[in-house]
Each structure stands twice: as C-alpha cells, then as structure tokens.
C-alpha cells in the first residue's frame, strides 16, 4: 500500500505508530525508518514533526496520559466509598487496557528513562488527586486529613501496579489484583478511613 500523505494527519498516524512499535520492541528497538513506515509518512516528515526520536516519545506520554485524565465525579457513589474505590480501579483498568502508553510503554521505559519516570510520577499524581476527590465526596463523614492521603495513596499504587509473574493462565487484560481481593482492600482501606471520622 502506498504511503499516505496527508499532513493533516500525519502527525498523529506517526504518534499512534510509535505507540504500538514502543509498546512491542520497545523504544531502542524501534527505529525511526521502521516508524515512518509504520506511520505511512516520508522520513523527513517524521522530522519536520520530532525533530528527535526521544521527542516522539516524549509526546507520545505526555499527550496520551494528559488524554488520559479524567473527573472522578461520575466515579463516586455518595455513601458508599467501597463501591466507588471499585469505580475507580474499573476505570484505571479499562484505561489501561485501552492504551499502549499506560499499559506497556511507559513501564517498559520507566526502567531507563529519567523523562519517562518524571511523566510516571505526574501520571500517579494526578490519578492521587483525583481518588483523594471521589473518596472525600463518597465518605458520608469527616475524616482525617492524612488518613484520606494515606488511602488514596495506598489505592493509587495498588490499582497501577503491574504483575511481577502473571499467572500461566493469564492472558491480555491479566490484572495485578484479582477481584475478590480488590475488594477486600477496598472494605479495608473504608474501615480504616471511616475510623478516622469525626462526629458533628
């Protein structure tokens, strides 16, 4: 098939390309003429957008994760902090599930790439911000400050974190967590959080 170029679009047919070769080979393995052709755009054309490969990749998480992002409000089941700590382990999965970036790329590159672990580290910080919002909305109490901090940290790193060694069984989509003890962390972490509530 011949090439497209249509530069309408190219830049991002070359974004989604890099997303798909970063997450199977890996940045390294990926090189920028196996990219263009991926991309369907003359090589000059990759450059004249990222005039460096890092730069596509660079782009590549910060445009995708910042897509990524997303209000909690819809989440959040007033009264019941459990059900919507569920919400919002559903949501990061699907998101996951649906994205090279946050399910293959960024982890593969994070190992090596400083810029990468930067944009990690803004990711988990917005996904904190945004449990620490649907918790405090769902908890039908006051409760301590730090402890709301602790749990959506606690949340956050549990429904991000990768499997070490997926089951043989395991297949695309494996989770790190299975159901079941989803929620009992979840009961867990709402106990915990509701201990801390103050009485009016």
Do not use: C
Not at 33 to 57: E, M, N, Q, S, W
Not at 148 to 153: R, S, Y
């Amino acid at each position: 098939m011949a090439p497209v170029h249509d530069t309408a679009h190219a830049r991002n047919r070359i974004l989604d390309a890099a997303e798909r070769l970063f997450a199977r080979h890996g940045f390294d393995g990926t090189s920028t003429a196996h990219l263009a052709r991926a991309a369907g755009v003359p090589k000059g054309l990759l450059f004249y957008y990222f005039p460096t490969k890092p730069d596509i990749l660079t782009t590549l998480l910060d445009e995708r994760l910042t897509a990524a992002a997303w209000e909690p409000g819809p989440l959040v089941v007033a009264g019941d902090p459990v059900r919507t700590l569920l919400n919002l382990a559903d949501r990061v999965r699907s998101d996951r599930d649906a994205s090279g970036v946050l399910r293959d790329v960024i982890w593969h590159e994070a190992r090596i790439r400083p810029e990468v672990r930067a944009v990690l580290s803004r990711y988990r910080h917005s996904l904190h911000d945004a449990i620490t919002s649907a918790l405090r909305a769902s908890v039908p109490a006051v409760v301590e400050g730090r402890a709301l901090h602790a749990a959506a940290a606690a949340w956050a790193a549990i429904i991000t974190a990768r499997p070490l060694d997926p089951p043989p069984h395991a297949g695309t989509g494996d989770r790190p967590v299975d159901a079941t003890s989803l929620q009992s962390v979840a009961r867990l972490l709402s106990a915990g959080l509701l201990s801390t509530a103050t009485t009016t």
